[in-house]
Structure formats: structure tokens, C-alpha cells
């Protein structure tokens, strides 16, 4: 008997390893890999961006990217709610007037514009 307690105690430690493994790897993934990487490419074209309080059109343009309008008076806004994980990121849009949204596999960008259509803040966060 005393056999299959070993047995058991061996495999138990082995799945525990195996979890372990696997959890550091995602956490470094998405520390580190093409998520965390498109990320902060992101970060690099928004930041000055938004420092210069750039108009939407030069925010659109310097992106290159198709974005869905969330601002208020469009049909999407009443949708602005379910695009958000987080809900500070969330109450931070609703205080905007303009905001528009980009996704692709990995990471979600949220562009926040003052009622001057100048961006004042963004959110980007991983799919």
C-alpha cells in the first residue's frame, strides 16, 4: 500500500510542476512575446500623440488603422459598455465625448477625444 501513496505523491508533484511550467510560460508570453510586443508599439505612436493633443484626424492618419466610431451620436455608442474588461478604463471613455476603437488578435486600443476632437487619453489592453 505503502507503494501506491509514493505513486500517487510522485504524480501529484508532477502535475503541480506541469501547472507551474505552464503558467510561467503564458505569463512570460504575454509579458514578453508579440502581444506585449504590439503593445508597446502602440504605446509608441499613441504617447506623443496624445502629449500633442493631436486632432482625430491626424490620430487616424499616423495610425494607418480602421477604427469603429464609439463617440456620442453614433449608432455604437450605446454598445460602449460591452467593449470593456476593465471598469475604470470603461468610466474613463464615458467621460469622453469621442471615442474610437481598434482591435486585432491580440490587443484592443481605445482612443479617448475631447469634444474639440483633440485625443486627450487611450487604453490598450490584451484580447
Not at 500500500?1 to 507551474?20: C, E, F, Q, R
Not at 511550467?21 to 506623443?48: D, M
Not at 451620436?73 to 471613455?93: C, I, K, M, P, V
Not at 491580440?106 to 487604453?123: E, S
Request: hydrophobic fraction near 40%.
Amino acid at each position: 500500500m505503502s507503494w501506491l501513496w509514493k505513486s500517487l505523491a510522485a504524480a501529484g508533484v508532477l502535475i503541480v510542476v506541469g501547472i507551474g511550467a505552464f503558467v510561467f510560460s503564458v505569463e512570460r508570453y504575454h509579458r514578453s512575446g508579440p502581444p506585449a510586443q504590439e503593445r508597446r508599439a502602440r504605446e509608441l505612436t499613441i504617447q506623443p500623440l496624445v502629449q500633442s493633443h493631436a486632432t482625430r484626424e491626424q490620430v487616424v492618419q499616423s495610425l494607418g488603422l480602421e477604427f469603429v466610431d464609439y463617440s456620442v451620436g453614433s449608432t455604437n455608442r450605446q454598445w460602449l459598455g460591452r467593449g470593456f474588461y476593465d471598469e475604470r478604463a470603461h468610466q474613463r471613455a464615458e467621460r469622453y465625448p469621442g471615442v474610437l476603437f481598434h482591435t486585432t488578435a491580440m490587443t484592443m486600443t481605445w482612443l479617448l477625444f475631447d469634444a474639440d476632437g483633440r485625443l486627450q487619453d487611450y487604453y490598450l489592453c490584451e484580447q
